[in-house]
């Protein structure tokens, strides 16, 4: 199993590589999250040890639950690497009071709401978090995230009342599609509005740098796209197994 992890991972750098080089960009820009929510510790490990840092996770629980088992694990195998946490789900804001001490960043917030818990817990544990605006391009009711019109209040809001939150960019799902090409028009739109945003506002808590687009399914249009940040999950580990009745 850990061979075929280690394998997978240097068969999505690939992907990623030739998707960076059709757009002319340098493939050492883009971030590889490997999105272990429902994955094991160990499968995790093997994922560390073949060269992934940042892991993502849809679940509160599942975030606080491995940190603690895998503190150890990261100390013992390097002393230069450390495996980075990112709250790429919906998060609730009864919820984020257990995260802040523990992600790097928050790539699902849609709200003033929000961001205001955020930043309060971010000041109770001495941080300031990174987080991302989640777009809903496609204006999915079954998605959370902004309506990319709604995206510029929604920063300056932020920015005007939340000091211990760092804006680093958007991120976005793009809708189930049948091709991964006709999901271009969403990676497309976000990417104008992150780069209209990152123009148009100047604040030193605003650091436009990070667009997290594209899944196991539409990676490579997201790279070809502007993406800077990609979520793979299944493209890693293997199709996840759900226990019946879950």
Request: glycine share 8%.
């Amino acid at each position: 199993m850990n061979n075929g992890i280690a394998e997978n991972i240097a068969a999505v750098r690939e992907r990623i590589a030739a998707a960076a080089a059709k757009s002319g960009r340098d493939a050492g820009g883009v971030r590889l999250v490997a999105v272990s929510k429902t994955r094991s510790a160990e499968e995790i490990q093997a994922a560390f040890e073949a060269g992934i840092c940042d892991f993502g996770e849809n679940k509160v629980q599942e975030i606080t639950s491995k940190y603690d088992i895998l503190r150890g694990f990261t100390k013992e195998s390097t002393k230069n690497r450390n495996i980075k946490w990112h709250m790429i789900g919906h998060l609730q804001r009864n919820k984020v009071k257990y995260i802040t001490d523990k992600v790097c960043m928050i790539h699902s917030v849609d709200s003033l709401r929000l961001a205001e818990e955020i930043d309060r817990r971010s000041s109770a544990s001495g941080v300031t978090m990174d987080v991302l605006l989640q777009v809903n391009a496609a204006a999915e009711e079954s998605k959370s995230g902004v309506a990319p019109g709604d995206v510029r209040q929604l920063a300056a809001d932020i920015l005007d009342r939340c000091d211990n939150i760092r804006m680093k960019g958007l991120m976005t799902i793009a809708p189930a599609v049948k091709e991964p090409d006709d999901a271009r028009v969403y990676f497309s739109e976000v990417q104008s509005l992150y780069d209209a945003v990152g123009r148009e506002f100047k604040c030193e808590r605003l650091d436009f740098d990070c667009l997290s687009m594209g899944m196991t399914h539409d990676f490579e249009v997201a790279v070809e796209e502007g993406a800077n940040i990609v979520r793979v999950g299944t493209g890693i580990f293997g199709p996840r197994v759900y226990a019946q009745g879950v």
